[in-house]
């Protein structure tokens, strides 16, 4: 019969099954990148439960994303920390940079402590069992027996086609509107690319456009990304400034760097509507 497309979803499941425990690990071992891979973790294995409704039991697959959702967003505070605090360490003045690791090193320790502990509860263990579960036996439909060829790129499809309704969103957003309608344009592109990935486990010309395809939301992904964190870092910038001018220093390096993040979503969408 040849490879179905249950096989190829059950493979990007429990690759990233294990991915998950090896970055769990590291984000108790206060590994550099293991909260970024552990969020990388659960949106693949998110993507495989959502992208593919026809061949994955829909209550298990909601209840599963519902608690992996809510591991991620745990996992959200220290990593945007983390990337704020790494990209103001860039910036020329020593003043930024003291005032920024004053106002959020604690803050990141903090989030840091919660998300530990958060991995040494009951209910994070019964999730952590009942991944392995998933990864073992996942709750597979009939559609899923089908050759992968004719069921697996359904779902790559309708998360593409996604990607390209929030672009055109985000062409005709309000300037106040635009950063969210950029992050919708990056989410879409992220599920895109790992359904992409799920059908290019395959082998033959579907799979080479299938990684193809992974490769252009990844680009987009990236760009966006870049944009995202721009977004996060104005935000922290307005309490920074204002603390900055309260000590009597000069809040224009503030107001320099939150004037090119700001510009950055600007070229983010042109690069985007472009690609």
């Known amino acids: 019969m040849g490879t179905t497309a249950g096989a190829l979803l059950t493979e990007h499941l429990r690759v990233q099954v294990a991915a998950l425990a090896t970055a769990l690990d590291d984000v108790v071992a206060d590994g550099p990148e293991g909260v970024h891979d552990a969020r990388v973790a659960i949106r693949r294995l998110r993507a495989g439960l959502t992208e593919f409704p026809r061949m994955v039991d829909a209550a298990h697959a909601r209840d599963l994303n519902e608690r992996l959702r809510a591991l991620g967003r745990a996992l959200g505070e220290p990593r945007d920390l983390e990337v704020l605090l790494a990209r103001l360490d860039t910036v020329d003045d020593a003043a930024v940079r003291r005032r920024a690791h004053a106002a959020l090193g604690p803050r990141l320790t903090l989030a840091r402590a919660a998300a530990v502990g958060r991995l040494a509860t009951p209910e994070h263990a019964r999730l952590r069992a009942d991944l392995d579960e998933l990864a073992a036996r996942p709750p597979l439909t009939a ?124 070229l983010s969408l042109a690069t985007v509507v472009l690609l």
Do not use: C, I, N, S
Request: proline residues 5%.
């Open 143 to 266: 559609k899923a027996r089908e050759p992968w060829r004719a069921e697996a790129p359904r779902g790559a499809r309708r998360a593409a086609r996604r990607v390209t309704r929030r672009v055109r969103a985000a062409t005709r957003a309000e300037p106040a509107a635009l950063d969210d309608a950029l992050h919708a344009v990056r989410r879409a592109a992220r599920r895109a690319r790992y359904a992409a990935e799920v059908v290019g486990r395959g082998k033959g010309g579907v799979a080479r456009d299938a990684q193809e395809a992974a490769r252009r939301f990844e680009h987009v992904q990236e760009v966006l990304g870049q944009q995202h964190d721009g977004v996060v870092l104005r935000r922290a910038l307005a309490p920074l400034r204002a603390d900055a001018v309260a000590a009597g220093e000069d809040p224009a390096p503030y107001d320099a760097l939150a004037a090119t993040e700001l510009d950055r979503a600007t």
